[in-house]
């Protein structure tokens, strides 16, 4: 067998692995917080942003504009955020956090901190460079 189809198998098994417990961490976090790991995201980076328009915020979570709507659409139902309009551009919609969004984002931990941090514990520090790249061009790929 050649070494590219060993690599390839092996890859493609990890893969599948990471999927699974991916998903795994994000169910649990919805059970317990009663927000999706997307919601999350969403509401850590109005976190950090402050107020930023829709298309901003979807850009910045790494998701559609589409997806964004629907997101923010629950996070206003549940009154973690609001939305307004400014000025001339009726069709551009400003996100900020409602003061019970601010205190519930503040309160929760990302799902994903622990494993993180123990994967770039046991990195030898030469070695995160190429291990961001290689992920950043396996989320690239996939995307496609």
Known sequence: M???NEYSEDMARSL???VRAVEHRARRFTAQSRLT????MA???LLAQGTCTAGKLADLVGI????ATGILDSLQSEKLVY???RGKDRR??????????REVVSELESPFDEPLSQLLAS???GELPRTANALRLMARMLEQ
């Open 64 to 67: 559609s504009r589409g997806t």
């Open 43 to 45: 509401l850590r980076e």
């Open 92 to 101: 551009r919609v400003y996100v900020s956090l409602t003061p019970r969004g």
């Open 16 to 18: 599948r692995r990471i």
């Open 123 to 125: 990195i030898p520090e």
């Open 37 to 40: 790991v997307s919601q999350w």
């Open 2 to 4: 050649p070494a590219t």
């Open 83 to 85: 939305r307004q309009r």
